[in-house]
């Protein structure tokens, strides 16, 4: 009876906890994934396989928090319109412990060096096993011979154990110049990525370590490195190494550029140098697509959900970017770009164009129109005479018109940075710190350009053809629907001006 009673009461909780939250559809973005219910964060084993863009993550499938790690599934012919598909591979749970599954990759092993197909190359997923009880963490290999959609764990593992209890993060990919396949996971407390190599996929042999270079205040994880071309020349090629790390600011991603030789990466900067992925509070947890059409170098990342709640789902994927490099006068630095058959699709099936002017001239506020907090801007503003210049989101006033809600992203001349203002939205939800977030970009012949990407709930914003990046989560009330270009200590210009309604 006791044992009854205890499920019964743990039932009424359960259902009094579900009955408390309230659904908020208000703040479920539009053209950024998430799952229908439940927590997710970051994305996993992203790979490009039969026509299709897999997306797998790290998923609660029982509730709308951390825990339960497994990794979730959902595949995508464009990268907009997802198909969500069952548990991927399950947290495992026995009498003597629990093994979460945690972050990792997926390659398509095509000439089935690691004898784990029938008949044709598997799909291997290679993720950190988490044994909570055990303190431990080490890297697992799965298979797949049904296009991903389920796994088997590998007879042989762990693939890699150090009896460490942070060591994470496995990111596999091929490395046609050693002819091996490469491996990089992070040393979490150590600030150290290390890479292994292997020829079979399940015999794992360590290269190199490289780290305690840049940003070493908290721990590394998800490591990945990537080719790029530089300023577009397929002749000279850097390599970027780039890690996630909690800051006092929040979630955070720094990179580094330098040389790869099959065994050690060298850093081509100051070893003290911090370069930031992205400069907001959200973004963290970034990979690429593995085996991307064209070879393209895409990348997403999780948006860190901050502390509104959401309900029934928490936790949403960022826009997939484009990357490249380009060098600037302070050297080669990573730009990002929103992914251009993404840009294109979106605007193509926009509902409407709230706006597509030139050449506005602006001197304080102008009203730009009720939106339904999902669009998408592109703007050039040439800048005068003027100290500060952008647009107001999300704006609320109350029947005299006086200003209630807003959020503001915009250039500061004078310290020429972008920034995004939420002091007059989030105060109260977001640290004290974050109100006011900024990156540093300069103009190019008196011109900044715009690219502002607002779904419902997360906010993404890319300066000058995505020389910085700042993202960030923002949540306006369900009235707080305005939306103006605006002008600070003088006049400028709206030279281009285009808005696409993405509201479905």
């Known amino acids: 009876m006791r044992k009854i009673n205890i499920i019964f009461t743990s039932i009424i909780l359960f259902s009094l906890n579900v009955l408390a939250q309230e659904p908020t559809p208000q703040w479920r973005p539009n053209y950024h994934f998430t799952s229908p219910a439940n927590w997710l964060n970051d994305p996993n084993g992203l790979i490009y396989f039969n026509g299709e863009y897999h997306l797998y993550f790290q998923y609660n499938p029982f509730e709308n928090k951390w825990g339960h790690m497994s990794w979730g599934h959902a595949t995508s012919k464009d990268l907009i319109n997802w198909k969500n598909l069952p548990v991927a591979i399950p947290e495992r749970i026995t009498k003597d412990t ?31 096993a988490d044994l909570p009880k055990q303190k431990n963490e080490s890297q697992y290999l799965a298979f797949s011979n049904d296009g991903g959609l389920t ?113 050690d990466f060298k850093n081509d900067n100051d070893e003290k140098l911090t370069l930031l992925v992205d400069d907001g509070d959200a ?29 029934p789902w928490k936790g949403q994927m960022s826009i997939p970017r484009d990357l490249s490099l380009k060098t600037t006068p302070n050297g080669i630095r990573l730009f990002q770009q929103p992914l251009k058959i993404i840009t294109d699709k979106l605007k193509n099936h ?88 900024t990156a540093t970009v300069n103009p190019v012949d008196g011109k900044i350009k715009f690219q502002v990407l607002f779904d419902k709930s997360s906010l993404e914003v890319f300066g000058n053809g995505g020389e910085k990046v700042i993202t960030t989560m923002v949540f306006p009330e369900e009235k707080a629907t305005g939306l103006s270009a605006f002008t600070v200590g003088g006049k400028a210009t709206l030279t281009n001006l285009k808005i696409w309604n993405l509201d479905k």
């Open 350 to 437: 926009s509902r409407e164009k709230v706006a597509k002017k030139k050449n506005i001239g602006l001197s304080g506020e102008t009203f730009l129109g009720p939106t339904l907090n999902s669009y998408w801007i592109d703007a050039e503003f040439s800048i005068n005479e003027a100290k500060n210049i952008g647009f107001k989101l999300a704006q609320l006033k109350d029947n005299k018109g006086t200003l209630l809600k807003e959020v503001e992203v915009g250039y500061n001349v004078a310290k020429k940075q972008i920034y995004v203002d939420c002091s007059r939205s989030e105060k109260g939800i977001k640290n004290d710190k974050n109100l006011i977030q």
């Open 98 to 128: 629990t093994t979460m599954i945690f972050s990792g990759s997926a390659v398509f092993d095509k000439k089935n060096v690691s004898g784990l197909g029938k008949g044709k190359g598997p799909l291997l997923a290679f993720y950190t």
């Open 283 to 311: 973004f963290y947890a970034a990979i690429p697509w593995n085996d991307a059409p064209k070879n393209q170098k895409i990348l997403l990342g999780w948006l860190q959900p901050g502390g509104k709640e959401t309900f």
């Open 151 to 263: 796994f088997t764990n590998y007879a042989g593992n762990p693939i890699i154990d150090l009896n460490k209890k942070d060591f994470r993060d496995p990111n596999v990919w091929w490395h046609e110049a050693s002819k091996q396949w490469i491996m990089t996971v992070a040393m979490v407390d150590e600030h150290l990525t290390r890479f292994y190599g292997s020829t079979n996929l399940k015999e794992w042999t360590k290269l190199s370590d490289f780290g305690n270079q840049g940003d070493i205040g908290s721990g590394w994880e998800c490591p990945f490195i990537i080719p790029l071309p530089v300023d577009g020349n397929r002749n000279h090629v850097k390599w970027v190494l780039a890690v996630s790390l909690f800051t006092k600011k929040g979630p955070s991603m720094q990179y580094f550029v330098g040389d790869f030789d099959g065994k």
